[in-house]
T-cell receptor
Framework: GIQVEQSPPDLILQEGANSTLRCNFSDSVNNLQWFHQNPWGQLINLFYIPSGTKQNGRLSATTVATERYSLLYISSSQTTDSGVYFCAVERGAGNMLTFGGGTRLMVKP | EAQVTQNPRYLITVTGKKLTVTCSQNMNHEYMSWYRQDPGLGLRQIYYSMNVEVTDKGDVPEGYKVSRKEKRNFPLILESPSPNQTSLYFC??????????FGDGTRLSIL
């Protein structure tokens, strides 16, 4: 099956710093999504991004499908950005999603 | 308010006692899925559905059943739960070409 790898696995930032999270996948995909799991366990969709670049406030994402990777940028990080960030790839004709292992982010005040 | 609702949120039960976790969405989404989340293993898809009466296995379907009799509901059934099914479970829904919406999760503990 498809492999989805995220890096780094853990990241500690000082408030106000910028960061880049990476998601590599081993095969062609139909789509890619980024999610944030907050400290209360809720999973929130950040981006639905098959290719190109999207921005939402301090967050932006870029997917280069031909090279099989996606990047999530967090600028001017805040303590509320803490949690785990997952990418998930959609493959096949149906609703099958495969998640990466996540990047655990801690933003210190 | 658009949402995916799971019940119960927490459940402690014993091996072999059948249980059902309900999932309901109010967004008229065609696609629904169940995932389990385990430390060190991440999120793994159990079953998914592309519409009423259309379901298929995900990556870890063993020990689970689902049904999709109505578009809004997608219950997860554990006919004979075992301790290795202790986990955090998420239901999700979406429309084709749209982002996934998750419920708040159900924490199951099977003794």
């Amino acid at each position: 099956g498809i492999q989805v790898e995220q890096s780094p696995p853990d990241l500690i930032l000082q408030e106000g710093a910028n960061s880049t999270l990476r998601c590599n996948f081993s095969d062609s995909v139909n789509n890619l999504q980024w999610f944030h799991q907050n400290p209360w366990g809720q999973l929130i969709n950040l981006f639905y991004i098959p290719s190109g670049t999207k921005q939402n406030g301090r967050l932006s994402a870029t997917t280069v499908a031909t090279e099989r990777y996606s990047l999530l940028y967090i600028s001017s990080s805040q303590t509320t950005d803490s949690g785990v960030y997952f990418c998930a790839v959609e493959r096949g004709a149906g609703n099958m999603l495969t998640f990466g292992g996540g990047t655990r982010l801690m933003v210190k005040p | 308010e658009a949402q995916v609702t799971q019940n119960p949120r927490y459940l402690i039960t014993v091996t072999g006692k059948k249980l059902t976790v309900t999932c309901s969405q109010n967004m008229n989404h065609e696609y629904m899925s169940w995932y389990r989340q385990d430390p060190g293993l991440g999120l793994r898809q159990i079953y998914y559905s592309m519409n009423v009466e259309v379901t298929d296995k995900g990556d870890v379907p063993e020990g689970y059943k689902v049904s999709r009799k109505e578009k809004r509901n997608f219950p997860l059934i554990l006919e004979s739960p075992s301790p290795n099914q202790t986990s955090l479970y998420f239901c999700a829904s979406r429309s084709m070409g749209q982002p996934q919406h998750f419920g708040d999760g159900t924490r199951l503990s099977i003794l």
